[in-house]
């Protein structure tokens, strides 16, 4: 019984003690309450850690697109390098064959100058034959005659197969980049403009005027 009436009245102290210390007991509470609002957030630190993750997401993403968008303009940049090459290529090529081209057509040209002055000899020997002497009586005179008069036409051939044509415009209209003008005569019923007289034929080449033919235009009476 002293036992158990003694440990009642270590209890009831106890008791009284806690009930006489209410500003420790205060100060123990507010520990227990900060410790569990101050603890570890769990809620709001996986939220942290998904903003951070967008947030770089974000930024790998910002630099794909500048780096896409920086090559896209080097290809673009490149592309148009390649197109402008292969234009510039074409019209070498272009320029290079018409060149060769020409100089197939036109490397004879200077050739062909030379040969002009055989056929104005011959053109000027067979005209100052008299044709009434042309008769069986001079057979010499007839046959260098046929002679000439074949070798011209055969001369003309040859051109022909080149593409050298004889000009003789007598009667058509003036054209400066075939004709050159020596001088200008009054004639009744001609038109002004017109050839009246060709005093030396002229010759193209493929079409390209070698020798201008030398004439007289009819001018306005």
Same mark, same amino acid.
């Given at each position: 019984m002293a036992l158990v009436f003694w440990g009642a009245q270590r209890l009831a102290g106890r008791a009284a003690r806690l009930v006489l210390l209410p500003g420790r007991t205060s100060r123990m509470l507010c520990t227990v309450t900060q410790e569990k609002s101050?603890?570890?957030?769990?809620?709001?630190?996986?939220?942290?850690?998904?903003?951070?993750?967008?947030?770089?997401?974000d930024s790998a993403s910002k630099l794909l697109i500048e780096e896409k968008t920086k090559l896209e303009e080097q290809l673009k940049e490149m592309t148009d390098k390649y197109k402008r090459a292969l234009a510039d290529a074409e019209n070498l090529r272009q320029r290079t064959q018409k060149l060769v081209e020409e100089a197939k057509l036109y490397g004879i040209q200077s050739f062909? @100058?030379? &040969?002009? /002055?055989?056929?104005?000899?011959? #053109?000027?020997?067979?005209?100052? $034959?008299?044709?009434?002497?042309?008769?069986?009586?001079?057979?010499?005179? @007839?046959? &260098?005659? /046929?002679?000439?008069?074949?070798? #011209?036409?055969?001369?003309?051939? $040859?051109?022909?197969?080149?593409?050298l044509v004889k000009l003789n415009p007598l009667g058509a209209k003036f054209d400066p980049y075939e004709h050159e003008a020596l001088f200008h005569v009054p004639m009744e019923g001609k038109e002004p403009g017109t050839i009246a007289l060709v005093s030396k034929v002229g010759y193209k080449l493929h079409g390209r005027t070698l020798r201008p033919a030398l004439v007289g235009v009819v001018k306005e009476p």
């Open positions: 101050t603890g570890p957030n769990l809620e709001e630190e996986p939220n942290h850690q998904q903003n951070e993750q967008k947030s770089d997401s062909c @100058k030379d &040969l002009l /002055e055989v056929a104005d000899v011959l #053109e000027k020997a067979t005209e100052s $034959v008299p044709k009434e002497e042309l008769k069986d009586e001079n057979p010499h005179l @007839k046959n &260098l005659y /046929e002679g000439l008069a074949m070798t #011209e036409l055969q001369i003309q051939k $040859v051109f022909g197969k080149h593409g």
